[in-house]
C-alpha cells in the first residue's frame, strides 16, 4: 500500500488540515472567544509546535482561505512586467487567484458568525488581512507607474482595490447556498471602482510616455 494512504484507501490529511477542522467544530461547539490553542491540538491530536508550525495565531484559523489567497496574488503582481495597464492587470490577477476557490471554500467565520461568536474577531483581524493586501496592491501600482508608495495616487487606488475586493468575499460569503462563482462577485466589485480608477491611473501611466517627437 502506498505510504500516501491509510488502511482504507484514502490519502492521509495534512496536519494543517486536521487543524482547521479540530477548530471549525471547537469554534461551532464552544465559540471562537471560549476555545483555547490547548483544546484545539487535543481535539486535532497534534502538539502546541505542531500548531504553531501553520499559525501564528488563533485567529489565523479563520482565514486559512483568504491568506493563501493573498499570498497567491502577491505571486501574481510580482511576476507582471512593468509597463504593462496597472489596473487591468491587476484585475486580471485576482481574477485567476479567485477561480481556483471554490464554493465549497466559503470561510465559516462570515457564514456562522453568530455561532461562533466571531464578529468581533473578524473585523479586527480582518482589518489586517485588508491592509496587507492593500500594502501589495501599493507595491505593484508603485512599480507600475513609477511612483513611490506613499504617493496619494497610488494608496487611494490600492485601498479602493483591496476594499473591492474584501466587499466582494463578504457578499459571496453571505449569499447562502445559492451563491455564484467567487470570480463574478469580485469582477461586479471592480467595475463599481473601475471608472474613476481607469480615469486617474491612465492619466498617471501617460505621464510616463515619451513625448512624441
Known sequence: MPASQNAVGRPRRSSRAVIEDAAAELF????????????????????RNTFFNYFTAKSDVLWVELDAAIDRLAV????????RSALAEMRAATLRVVSQIGVDRVPLALTQVDVMGTAEETRV??????????DLIADFLARQLSRRCDDLLVLSAANALS???????????LDG???????????????????????ALGAAAESLAPLPE
Do not use: C, H, K
Open 28 to 47: 461551532l461547539e464552544n465559540t471562537y472567544a471560549l476555545t483555547t490553542i490547548e483544546q484545539i491540538t487535543q481535539r486535532a491530536g497534534v502538539s
Open 76 to 83: 501574481e503582481l510580482r511576476a507582471i512586467p512593468n509597463g
Open 125 to 134: 483581524s480582518g482589518l489586517a488581512r485588508l491592509a496587507r493586501r492593500s
Open 163 to 173: 476594499g473591492a475586493i474584501s466587499v466582494a468575499w463578504t457578499v459571496w460569503a
Open 177 to 199: 447556498i445559492g451563491r455564484r462563482p467567487l470570480a463574478e462577485y469580485m469582477s461586479e466589485a471592480f467595475d463599481v471602482v473601475s471608472t474613476g480608477l481607469s480615469s
